[in-house]
């Protein structure tokens, strides 16, 4: 049930909708659209809650918690990504850095 975002979004609207620098920039769009669907979810449970509607309350709060743990999950790949280039500079041998790289992962 996700809602269709634009296929031009530009920077400054991206920047808006989402803090850039929490992902990487292959995720962003990917987050975009999870913030856009959560937006657009919290209207629809807002609405069914007025309306005393408890199916699509607890529907609309599901896909809420499924788009927010993609985005859990999408941040985590940029704190991933951040954590192996650290460990990228520091390492000194190819050796070391496979055995600290397959330790994180």
């Known amino acids: 049930m996700l809602p269709k975002a634009s296929d031009h979004l530009d920077s400054e609207r991206m920047d808006d909708v989402v803090k850039m620098n ?6 962003l769009r990917m987050a975009i659209v999870e913030v856009i669907c959560i937006e657009e979810l919290a209207r629809m449970l807002v609405r069914a809650v007025h309306e005393g509607d408890s199916e699509r309350a607890e529907n609309a709060i599901r896909d809420i918690r499924k788009s927010h743990n993609e985005l859990n999950r999408l941040r985590e790949n940029k704190r991933k990504f951040s954590d192996a280039m650290k460990i ?3 390492s000194q ?13």
């Open 22 to 27: 929490q992902f990487l920039e292959s995720d």
């Open 88 to 90: 990228m500079e520091q």
């Open 93 to 105: 041998f190819p050796t070391e850095l496979i055995e600290k790289l397959e330790r994180m992962f």
